[in-house]
């Protein structure tokens, strides 16, 4: 693990989103699922069970943005560019739950946030070459395989 890069969240911050910002997010995640299912990169179908993914994600980029005191831009049409700052932005609902990190991921840092409904936990960031581990990939579920880093992997 290498040292925090600068605008880098503490391991371990806790933010808790003022309804204002909850609202922002839900806006952003909102465009995001409408501007994926009308470019036919999710079917209406996927696009019902994503708003909660989109909008969770958004509402954990703010965190992300809150806790290093950067402006949240929810900007769209950017899949594959950093979220905040340099850093790619990663959720979980799951308390336990792991960074996963797609072949077809950029190169870049990665930060996993944990929580939902507007309280989040900030657990580290890792850089994507050291994320990529024979140790750490998976294929759960029939899906392509993926890197799953743990958390106390995470600085």
């Known amino acids: 693990m290498g040292p925090r890069w600068q605008f880098e969240p503490a391991p371990g911050t806790v933010v808790t989103l003022s309804v204002e910002a909850m609202v ?3 806006m ?3 465009r995001r ?3 994926a299912s009308r470019k036919s990169m999710r079917s209406p179908s996927q696009a019902k069970r994503t708003w909660d993914i989109d909008i969770e994600g958004a509402m954990a980029e703010m965190a992300v943005a809150k806790a290093t005191g950067m402006y949240f831009e929810p900007e769209l049409d ?3 560019d950093a979220d905040v700052g340099v850093l790619h ?3 979980t609902t799951l308390e336990d739950g792991c960074l996963i990190l797609r072949p077809e991921d950029p190169e870049g840092r990665y930060c996993l ?3 939902q409904l507007g309280r989040y936990r900030i657990v580290g960031c890792i850089d994507s070459a050291d994320a990529r581990q024979d140790i750490w990939m998976r294929a759960p579920n029939g899906r392509p395989a993926a890197w799953f880093i743990p958390q106390n992997a995470l600085g």
């Open 113 to 115: 946030v944990v929580g």
């Open 28 to 30: 952003a995640g909102g």
């Open 78 to 80: 950017k899949f594959g």
């Open 89 to 91: 932005v990663r959720h």
């Open 24 to 26: 922002q997010a839900l």
């Open 33 to 35: 699922t409408i501007a």
